[in-house]
């Protein structure tokens, strides 16, 4: 069980070493910014599993990496990645916090605090998990809002949630109940993006 932990753990760090390499080396193109956020979103999906690489320090389920945290890194990492790898990231942590949500929430499903603390939120585990999955969809797409033109913004940022956790449900969780949250939780999140952009455009059309 511990090799297996070490094992996946080991892996989230590849990917996420390499994901950091291909958003470094790829240009800020359209083309580019929509393959930058497909390939972080996919790299994302097991970023939150970083957790086994830090057991003495974290526990599994740590309320660290089960958190958008981990999709800010590239605002720590300079400008020239532009916005699409966080978009991208946000729908993959999004993704795996949706998928936990199903999971009853006793002893190693719960959300932990650190160490020194290492204790359980309980029944909170839940509402973490949730508002987080949420927040990162909202994210990412006023993220992609603001950096894709008009007309393909929502439509490609809703296909890319909606397959990726369906893909994710089906075939990491092979859980039906997984794929509908995993294409619920997006298409509320869309529905306040839209609704939240629309406010601000009529707010912006009955200025004098």
């Given amino acids: 069980m511990t090799a297996k932990k070490d094992a996946r753990a080991d892996q989230a760090i590849r990917i996420l070493g390499v994901g950091v390499h291909i958003a470094d080396r790829?240009?800020?193109?359209?083309?580019?910014?929509?393959?930058?956020?497909?390939?972080?979103?996919?790299i994302f999906l097991g970023v939150p599993d970083l957790d086994f690489a830090l057991l003495p320090i974290l526990h599994h389920r740590s309320i660290v990496?089960?958190?958008?945290l981990p999709g800010l890194v590239f605002l720590f990492l300079g400008r020239r990645f532009g916005a699409a790898p966080i978009a991208g990231a946000m729908i993959g942590i999004s993704v795996h916090l949706v998928c936990d949500m199903l999971s009853p929430?006793?002893?190693?499903?719960?959300?932990?605090?650190?160490?020194?603390?290492?204790?359980?939120l309980g029944p909170l585990s839940y509402l973490w998990l949730g508002g987080n999955a949420l927040l990162g969809y909202g994210l990412a797409f006023l993220i992609a809002?603001?950096?894709l033109p008009a007309g393909i913004a929502l439509p490609f940022i809703i296909l890319l949630s909606g397959i990726t956790g369906a893909a994710y449900g089906m075939l990491n969780e092979q859980s039906l109940s997984?794929?509908?949250?995993?294409?619920?939780?997006?298409?509320?999140?869309?529905?306040?993006?839209?609704r939240r952009r629309r406010s601000h455009s009529n707010t912006a059309n009955a200025a004098p």
């Avoid at 990496?65 to 958008?68: V, Y």
């Avoid at 929430?105 to 359980?120: D, E, H, N, R, T």
């Avoid at 997984?178 to 839209?194: D, E, G, H, R």
Wanted: no cysteine; aromatic share 10%; net charge positive.
């Fill in 26 to 42: 790829t240009g800020r193109t359209l083309p580019g910014r929509l393959g930058l956020m497909v390939l972080m979103a996919w």
């Fill in 178 to 194: 997984s794929v509908v949250v995993s294409v619920l939780f997006p298409a509320i999140a869309a529905y306040l993006a839209w």
């Fill in 65 to 68: 990496t089960h958190s958008i």
């Fill in 105 to 120: 929430m006793v002893g190693f499903a719960q959300v932990w605090l650190p160490s020194p603390i290492k204790a359980p």
């Fill in 145 to 147: 809002v603001r950096t």
